[in-house]
């Protein structure tokens, strides 16, 4: 749908012990399947993003953040 946000991620092949697979991880409101997973190339029209802000100020939807900080040396 227009304006979801997912995650790709690598996940085990269960065909193939030691291979994994590339699948989008989309969050639903279905509580007997939290997660939805698709294949990436069935996503038409996307745009990728390797860093977001999130400012719960400004109207943030968002619940949770994950971050990651990288300290140079």
């Not at 012990?17 to 007997?32: C, H, I, Y």
């Amino acid at each position: 749908m227009n304006g979801n946000i997912g995650i790709t991620l690598a996940v085990h092949d269960p065909r193939t012990p030691g291979k994994t697979l590339l699948r989008v991880a989309f969050p639903t409101s279905d509580p007997e399947k939290p997660i939805r997973w698709v294949l990436p190339s069935r996503l038409h029209a996307v745009q990728t993003v390797f860093a977001m802000t999130v400012h719960k100020f400004q109207g943030s939807e968002f619940k949770h953040v994950s971050t990651r900080n990288k300290t140079s040396s």
